[in-house]
């Protein structure tokens, strides 16, 4: 059985800091790119940040480039989203995602994804 388990987040005020972890199983993880999505209420699903297999290759969206880092430990079938510099306009309730094809890297749509986790709460006060 295929499982994604998000852990991490939180409230916290503007400019702290938060990591979200993301445990897979199910899947040879070091296979599958890996993405964090993000929703707010009332709005769309939306790409926060991708990661390959191997870890080598990373894409984040414009609205968290220089802020946000994406990484994985294959070891520990695990990926991460450290949060920096946090604004208000990060709150969501943040997800993470296998990517549909295994050896395949890309993709910054969320029907990209599948095996959604049931998501961590962040709050980002001002």
């Known amino acids: 059985q295929v499982q994604l388990v998000e852990s991490g987040g939180g409230l916290v005020q503007a400019g702290g800091s938060l990591r979200l972890s993301c445990a897979a199983s199910?899947?040879?993880?070091?296979?599958?790119?890996m993405g964090w999505f993000r929703q707010a209420p009332g709005k769309e699903r939306e790409f926060v940040a991708t990661?390959?297999?191997?870890?080598?290759?990373?894409d984040y969206a414009d609205s968290v480039k220089g802020r946000f880092t994406i990484s994985r430990d294959n070891a520990k079938n695990t990926v991460y989203l450290q949060m920096d510099s946090l604004k208000p306009e990060d709150t969501a309730v943040y997800y993470c995602?296998?990517?549909?094809?295994?050896?395949?890297?890309?993709?910054?749509?969320?029907?990209?994804?599948?095996?959604w986790g049931q998501g961590t709460q962040v709050t980002v006060s001002s």
């Open positions: 995602g296998f990517f549909k094809r295994s050896h395949w890297y890309g993709g910054n749509r969320a029907d990209e994804y599948d095996n």
């Open positions: 199910g899947r040879t993880f070091s296979s599958y790119t």
């Open positions: 990661i390959s297999g191997s870890g080598g290759l990373t």
